[in-house]
């Protein structure tokens, strides 16, 4: 008889433990969709304020007459309020449904589904949202003045030498080459005209010299970088300078022109553009790479240091050319080596690439 009893107790806890447990999971969520619907007033009403000073912005600077602003704003005023009628509607319903039915989460609402409810993106697992990120409901701005682009330059490098014409060069013409990579901001200069854009940004330079006749670059005894024949012969002989530099150039060149009610935008794509201006920035290392054969044994040799490369870089620069290809040349005003009885500066010529 007591162990009867025992297990009649045992179940009628178990019963009320479930049903209390069930009755504050209902609460959480009916909570939380009570909690849903203040954010997604909020979030109309935020987006309706941004839309109202866009239009406020276009009639002050005579786009939109009185009448046409008035028109947008009560246009504007009837969306969101809307968009706030449904909404709720929706999040209603869910309460209502799960008030009747006591917290018990329907079939449909068990496993895994993903919900766009208009206020952001959630993973439902087993009823139960999980909320990922939210929508950005603010409104396209109306006249976007400033673009980006990642950027890669590729060419031929090679160096200036005070006295020697190119032809004269002790660094392979061929072999000499640079690499850029970088991103670029560019900003319309004027209200109602895109032809003069200013440009500006950040590129990381590998700026590379391949010596000839089995050269390498050592130190002097007087401090000072040059070349020697190396004692090997040399399979490659590479000398790299990295640096980090800030571009800023004015660019010029014809744009389409596109406009809707709610944007207008200027396009250079599969236009002609011609960019001049210069650069300034750092050098962040320097670096030597040596391979050669000693004693039938393949050696590669990856020297790291100073070599009294000029800290602080700057030059001009230019490019031109259609859409996103365009040929680039960049010139070093400061000499490679401080210093130096001879001075050298590098100079680049290649493609670039606004992707």
Not at 116 to 125: C, K
Not at 176 to 182: D, I, Q
Not at 197 to 206: V, W
Not at 266 to 281: P, T
Request: aromatic share 12%.
């Amino acid at each position: 008889m007591r162990t009867i009893v025992f297990y009649l107790t045992l179940i009628l806890v178990s019963l009320v433990m479930n049903h209390v447990v069930a009755q504050e999971w209902n609460e959480e969520k009916i909570e939380a969709l009570k909690e849903q619907k203040i954010k997604i007033t909020q979030q109309e009403k935020e987006a309706l304020k941004l839309e109202v000073e866009e239009i406020n912005r276009r009639l002050d600077n005579g786009n939109l007459t009185a009448e046409e602003a008035r028109v947008l704003k009560e246009n504007a005023a009837k969306l969101r309020a809307l968009n706030i009628e449904n909404k709720h509607a929706i999040i209603d319903n869910k309460i209502a449904l799960l008030q009747r039915n006591q917290g018990a989460v329907l079939e449909e609402e068990k496993g895994f589904s993903i919900i766009d409810d208009g206020t952001g993106i959630s993973i439902n697992v087993d009823g139960k949202p999980w909320h990922v990120f939210e929508k950005n409901n603010k409104p396209p701005k109306y006249d976007r003045r400033t673009y980006s682009d990642p950027v890669i330059a590729v060419g031929f490098n090679n160096a200036i030498i005070d006295g020697q014409s190119l032809d004269d060069s002790p660094y392979k013409m061929g072999g000499s080459r640079f690499f850029e990579m970088g991103w670029v901001w560019r900003t319309r200069v004027f209200d109602n005209s895109n032809f003069m854009r200013f440009t500006y940004g950040l590129s990381f330079q590998f700026n590379g010299l391949k010596p000839k006749d089995n050269q390498y670059f050592v130190i002097n005894d007087e401090g000072q970088a040059e070349l020697q024949e190396f004692e090997f012969e040399l399979r490659k002989s590479k000398f790299r300078m990295d640096n980090l530099v800030f571009p800023v150039h004015f660019e010029f060149g014809p744009s389409r022109f596109r406009q809707t009610e709610n944007t207008i935008r200027y396009s250079v794509q599969n236009q002609f553009r011609l960019g001049i201006g210069g650069y300034g920035g750092f050098n962040l290392g320097t670096r030597q790479k040596l391979k050669y054969d000693r004693a039938g044994e393949n050696v590669k040799d990856k020297l790291k240091r100073g070599y009294n490369t000029t800290n602080f870089v700057y030059g001009l620069s230019a490019y031109a050319g259609f859409d996103s290809v365009l040929l680039y040349i960049k010139y070093d005003l400061n000499p490679i080596f401080k210093d130096a009885i001879v001075e050298q500066r590098n100079i680049s010529l290649g493609l670039r690439c606004d992707l």
